[in-house]
């Protein structure tokens, strides 16, 4: 049996419970993946965003996510921006993304460019619990889950839950990170278990949705890090959805 399929078999019940919750609150209008795709093309994206495309697959994740044109989304600790400036392109004239990072980061200078170069981003320098309550569609964080987990899981608790603050009722948490292997030194590693990031998200009162593995990589054996050459930044991934209930 694959680990894809053993990752389904541990989570069937719960996968199943709420699979009903989640089609209650069923897209509208759905993404628009080829539209995605010529928008991620166009000459004004930066070539170094271009060159993770392939590995990112960010329409087909975001397609899983239920992400629309016309939602306020959020992109947790985005750094400069890659999934911020996606986001944008999904979400479209009507929507607004949020571009979150603490103030002073070292990514700052590029994400203020971005900002300013996309009318639908609103750079918001300061914590997720600074953002107004219930008004966020879709939340995510990006690659970046295992740091806040894995150096300090109450601090963790409290990013996960000021986020659900800022979602609306029914409003979607994606997680997206490198996948580690459970009692290994995944802070070292820059991964996460995926049984131990499915369990923080429940802890902090989350319903999980699904999972997909649109983003698995079984060449990577998890044992080291995702800078590590040997990988070319395509690390095995866990791509989580949650809801607010």
């Given at each position: 049996m694959n680990r894809s399929a053993i990752k389904k078999l541990s989570f069937k019940k719960a996968l199943t419970t709420i699979t009903v919750l989640g089609l209650m609150s069923g897209a509208a209008a759905a993404l628009d993946m080829a539209a995605l795709e010529r928008a991620m093309a166009n000459p004004d994206r930066p070539a170094a965003d271009k060159e993770r495309d392939?590995?990112?697959q960010a329409p087909a994740v975001l397609n899983f996510m239920g992400v629309e044109p016309g939602m306020t989304v959020?992109?947790?600790?985005?750094?400069?921006?890659w999934y911020t400036e996606v986001l944008s392109y999904a979400v479209g004239d009507s929507g607004k993304v949020y571009m979150q990072n603490r103030p002073g980061g070292r990514s700052a200078e590029a994400a203020a460019a971005r900002a300013a170069r996309l009318d639908n981003v609103q750079a918001w320098d300061d914590e997720v619990a600074t953002l107004p309550a219930n008004s966020v569609d879709y939340a995510m964080t990006a690659l970046n889950f295992h740091d806040f987990h894995n150096s300090n899981p109450a601090a963790a608790q409290s990013l996960l839950k000021d986020t659900m603050k800022a979602l609306k009722k029914g409003?979607?948490?994606g997680i997206i990170d490198h996948e580690g292997t459970p009692g290994a030194d995944n802070q070292s590693l820059h991964r996460i278990a995926f049984d131990e990031a499915v369990k923080a998200v429940l802890a902090a009162g989350y319903v999980l949705v699904g999972a997909s593995d649109v983003l698995d990589n079984p060449a990577d054996d998890h044992s080291v890090g995702p800078f590590d050459p040997s990988l070319g930044r395509n690390t095995d991934r866990i791509v989580l959805k949650f809801m607010k209930p």
């Open positions: 392939a590995s990112r959020l992109d947790i600790n985005a750094s400069a921006g409003g979607i948490l």
